[in-house]
T-cell receptor, first 117, second 113 residues
Framework: GAVVSQHPSWVICKSGTSVKIECRSL??????MFWYRQFPKQSLMLMAT?????????EQGVEKDKFLINHASLTLSTLTVTSAHPEDSSFYIC?????????????FGPGTRLTVT | DQQVKQNSPSLSVQEGRISILNCDYT??????FLWYKKYPAEGPTFLIS?????DKNEDGRFTVFLNKSAKHLSLHIVPSQPGDSAVYFC????????????FGQGTTLQVKP
């Protein structure tokens, strides 16, 4: 149980275009999902908290207008990287909290590798 | 400031021996501590967690110890297996209803056959 999927697993796009990444909780409902970014050999950096039915909460330093987050249902959150630049190239990972979790754990998707050329 | 720190970037252990991964934290406002395992180009996999009111939690080969006075936790893997080779992240959950986790930098564990 507690499976999270992401799509696509990798994407290459040109500078100036937008890319949408989907995060789905497959066997549970998640009122809260999180989006992370990981640079090579570094830790996971929390970008934003995605709340179903309300606006996302962004971490300090993360541009809201560049990284658009939509949490339209209890099983789906999307991250859209707008007007992508090469410096946006990274590994993006989402996570979700099962409603019944009491141990604090988040379950992570497999990640999406974005390369902006 | 780094609220969760894993000071050892790497650890090498012989198969069958104990692996001990360490983590220190500075914030007393964490209510849960978690360990995740991660392979390259994959998402982290949840291993084990411990509540801040406990000092030990065990699950199979994995045991997590929490020393609140030292603000230190450790993950013990016994016996270590080659398949345990991965990056291990320590994480701490803020005592709030946001569910946010703060991650350490990670420790790369290599278990040699």
């Amino acid at each position: 149980g507690a499976v999270v999927s992401q799509h696509p697993s990798w994407v290459i796009c040109k500078s100036g275009t937008s890319v949408k990444i989907e995060c789905r909780s497959l066997d549970f409902q998640a009122t809260t999902m999180f989006w992370y970014r990981q640079f090579p050999k570094q830790s996971l950096m929390l970008m934003a908290t995605s709340n179903e039915g309300s606006k996302a909460t962004y971490e300090q330093g993360v541009e809201k207008d560049k990284f658009l987050i939509n949490h339209a249902s209890l099983t789906l959150s999307t991250l859209t990287v707008t007007s992508a630049h090469p410096e946006d190239s990274s590994f993006y990972i989402c996570s979700a909290i099962p409603g019944t979790s009491g141990r604090g754990e988040q379950y992570f998707g497999p990640g999406t590798r974005l390369t902006v050329t | 400031d780094q609220q969760v720190k894993q000071n050892s970037p790497s650890l090498s252990v012989q198969e069958g021996r104990i692996s001990i991964l360490n983590c220190d934290y500075t914030n007393s406002m964490f209510d849960y501590f978690l360990w995740y395992k991660k392979y390259p180009a994959e998402g982290p996999t949840f291993l084990i967690s411990i509540s801040s009111i406990k000092d030990k939690n065990e699950d199979g080969r994995f045991t997590v110890f929490l020393n609140k006075s030292a603000k230190h936790l450790s993950l013990h893997i016994v016996p270590s297996q080659p398949g345990d080779s991965a990056v291990y992240f320590c994480a701490a959950r803020l005592r709030s209803n946001t569910g946010k986790l703060i991650f350490g930098q990670g420790t790369t564990l290599q278990v040699k056959p």
